[in-house]
C-alpha cells in the first residue's frame, strides 16, 4: 500500500498535517503517549517519526517483506518497543485490533488499491476510540490527468478523464481515484466528519527534477507545496487530499 513516494520533498505538508491531527486529540486520560494504527503503513516511513514524538505505533501491512524491513528500522531507530507490526489488511482490521483501541488512524494510499473501500474505512472507523482522529490520504484524479498530457501520454490522460474510476490504463496500479467530493463523501457514509482538506504533491509531480536539485531549490519547493496545500483555487491539480476526519 503506496505513500507518497519519491524524493523527500513534499512529504512536509503531509508530516506536519498529521502532527495537528495528533495536536487536536482530547487530552490523554492520564496525559501519556496516544495509541497510533497506520493501516497498509509498509516499511514504517511515518510509523517511526510518530513513535518519535512518544506514540506508540501499530503497523498493519499485508506484506511480510514490508514488515520485515519495518521491525530494523525500528530497531535502527531504537524505537522498537514503540512501534508493534500485524500483518493484515483492511478487510481484517476488526479481527486483528480491538475496537476502540486508537486515538489517531494513518489511511495513507490505501483506498486506491482495497476492493472495498468503504468497508476498509468503517473498518477503520470501528478501531477508533469516540473523538478518535483519522488521517486520509488519497490519491486525486485531476492531477493524473494533467501529469500524463505534460508527459505526452495524451491517450492515458483521456482515459484517466473519462474512465469511471479514474484509471489511465488496464495497466495502472492503482485500481481507483478520487477528488475531494468523492472523498470527502466516502468518509461521512463511513461515519466520520471531515474537518479540513489539504492538498499534496501539487508541483512535485510536474516539476522537473532538475529545478529541484540544491537545497535551496529544495526549500523553495516546500514553500511552494506548503502555500499550494491551503489554496482552495490550486486543490484539485493536487496529487492527494490529505482529510482530516473525526469519529463520531
Not at 493501516?39 to 513513535?51: D, E, K, Q
Not at 499485508?62 to 512501534?83: H, I
Not at 531549490?217 to 476526519?245: K, M, N, V, W
Request: glycine share 10%.
Amino acid at each position: 500500500m503506496a505513500k507518497e513516494r519519491g524524493r523527500p520533498r513534499t512529504s512536509t505538508v503531509l508530516w506536519e498535517g498529521v502532527q495537528r491531527l495528533l495536536a487536536d486529540l482530547p487530552p490523554a486520560p492520564d496525559g501519556g503517549s496516544r495509541a497510533v494504527v497506520d493501516l497498509g503503513g509498509g516499511t514504517g516511513g511515518l510509523a517511526v517519526r510518530v513513535a518519535g514524538l512518544g506514540h506508540d505505533v501499530v503497523v498493519v501491512d499485508p506484506s511480510p517483506d514490508a514488515l520485515a524491513a519495518l521491525e530494523r528500522r525500528t530497531v535502527e531507530a531504537g524505537l522498537a518497543g514503540r512501534v508493534r507490526s500485524v500483518q493484515g489488511d483492511a478487510a481484517d482490521l476488526a479481527s486483528l485490533l480491538p475496537a476502540g483501541s486508537a486515538d489517531l488512524l494513518l489511511c495513507h494510499g490505501v483506498l486506491e488499491v482495497v476492493d472495498d473501500p468503504l468497508a476498509a474505512l468503517r473498518a477503520a472507523h470501528d478501531v477508533l476510540r469516540p473523538g478518535g482522529r483519522l488521517s486520509l490520504l488519497v490519491a486525486q484524479w485531476p492531477a493524473t490527468v494533467l501529469s500524463r498530457a505534460l508527459a505526452g501520454r495524451l491517450e492515458q490522460a483521456l482515459h484517466a478523464l473519462s474512465d469511471e474510476a479514474h484509471r489511465w490504463s488496464a495497466t495502472d496500479p492503482l485500481r481507483r481515484r478520487f477528488d475531494r467530493a468523492s472523498a470527502t463523501g466516502l468518509a461521512e457514509r463511513a461515519g466520520f466528519t471531515v474537518t479540513d482538506v489539504e492538498g499534496t504533491r501539487t508541483f512535485a509531480d510536474v516539476v522537473p527534477p532538475a529545478s529541484a536539485g540544491s537545497d535551496a531549490e529544495l526549500a523553495l519547493l516546500r514553500a511552494l507545496e506548503s502555500a499550494a496545500s491551503r489554496s482552495p483555487e490550486l486543490l484539485p491539480l493536487a496529487g492527494h487530499l490529505h482529510l482530516h476526519a473525526v469519529r463520531g
